[in-house]
């Protein structure tokens, strides 16, 4: 009989054979009194501090870690102030500043440190004219002192540079490009880092592609379906907030009567809601493109 071998796991493996991630795959996995985590041939070995093991699949964490690191979030995690999405930084071609949703996090975060240094940078950051520089104030991170921050009385990041579909300044892709060959030698040879920031990109630039194309097909005529929506941050962080839509099929600025209500919505419906709107030819707006109409259909805002 083969003795079986108890493979230390490497850094790219570590990053996948995370107890948080065993969970995800398999649910009834149990946290806590933990020894050690190996790799035994095509399974994941969990061993515990009183002697006793479990075995679980490698292949369902390995899917359950690539389903994590490009799982949708919702549509205001990575806006700026202002409903403001990436902004194009013009000394390096195709890269974009990604803002953390701060300002919609929960209510009053707009007054945080955070999201006020975001509202005083938001048309400053393109005279940050090297990228290290950039992504040192975007991280709040101190190459010096990792336990400095670049931003005073700050302790999060603003943000983080992309460039669509192949690079992020975030911690998590930069650890699966500086163990490439071993998340390689996981997944197979054409494995390519990513991240929920980048996925976050190609869903909003998908919304913006669809709701141009409706545009243009009414060739310069007043959108008569449209759509004006409203978003209320929910009272503590992670909770959900209040996603509010009214439509009407007799144009934005129709009789308050015309209007109609989806409600129970939160920030989690935004994506699906925007493209089942946009399928039926609807043009999304902002609330506060009508001022008025924004003081009737959404008081608390």
């Known amino acids: 009989m083969t003795k079986e071998i108890y493979s230390e796991l490497n850094e790219a493996q570590k990053i996948i054979y995370t ?9 009834d996995f149990v946290h806590g009194q933990i020894s050690n985590i190996y790799r035994v041939g095509e399974n994941c070995v969990v061993k515990r501090i009183d002697g ?3 075995r679980y699949e490698a292949e369902k964490v390995k899917v359950a870690y690539l389903k994590f690191i490009q799982r949708d979030v919702p549509y205001f995690s990575y806006l700026g102030p202002s ?28 007054k945080t440190p955070e999201a006020k240094l975001q509202q005083l940078w938001i048309n400053s950051f393109n005279n940050l004219k090297n990228i290290e520089a950039l992504k040192a104030v975007l991280e709040n991170a101190n190459d010096d002192d990792p336990d400095d921050t670049v931003l005073p009385d ?8 992309i460039t669509p579909y192949g690079y992020c300044s975030c911690q998590a892709f930069q650890k699966q490009v500086k163990n490439l060959d071993e998340f390689k030698e996981e997944f197979y040879d054409e494995y390519q880092p990513s991240c929920k920031h980048l996925h976050w990109y190609d869903n909003f630039k998908l919304f913006q592609r669809k709701r141009n ?23 503590k962080q992670y909770q959900k ?16 009567s015309n ?12 994506w699906n809601y925007f493209d089942r709107m946009l399928e039926k030819g609807f ?10 109409l924004k003081s009737m259909l959404c008081e608390k805002y």
């Not at 107890?19 to 649910?27: G, K, L, Q, Y």
């Not at 194309?213 to 978003?231: I, N, Q």
């Not at 209007?259 to 935004?270: A, P």
């Not at 043009?283 to 008025?292: D, F, I, L």
Request: positive net charge; proline residues 8%; charged residues 20%.
């Open 19 to 27: 107890p948080s991630m065993i969970s995800r795959a398999f649910p």
């Open 83 to 110: 409903y403001r999405g990436p902004i194009p930084w013009g000394y390096k071609r195709n890269t974009y500043i990604l803002f953390k949703g701060w300002n919609y996090a929960y209510q009053g975060s707009n």
């Open 154 to 161: 700050t302790k999060e990041s603003l943000g983080h540079v």
């Open 213 to 235: 194309e409706v545009t243009e097909d009414l060739a310069g005529r007043t959108p008569m379906k449209t759509v004006l929506w409203f978003y209320i941050p929910p009272a």
């Open 52 to 54: 006793t093991e479990q």
């Open 283 to 292: 043009v999304p707006y902002e609330g506060s493109t009508v001022p008025k």
């Open 241 to 256: 907030g209040t996603f509010k839509l009214w439509w009407t099929t007799k144009g934005m600025y129709s009789d308050i």
């Open 259 to 270: 209007w109609k209500q989806i409600t129970s919505l939160s920030q989690w419906d935004v």
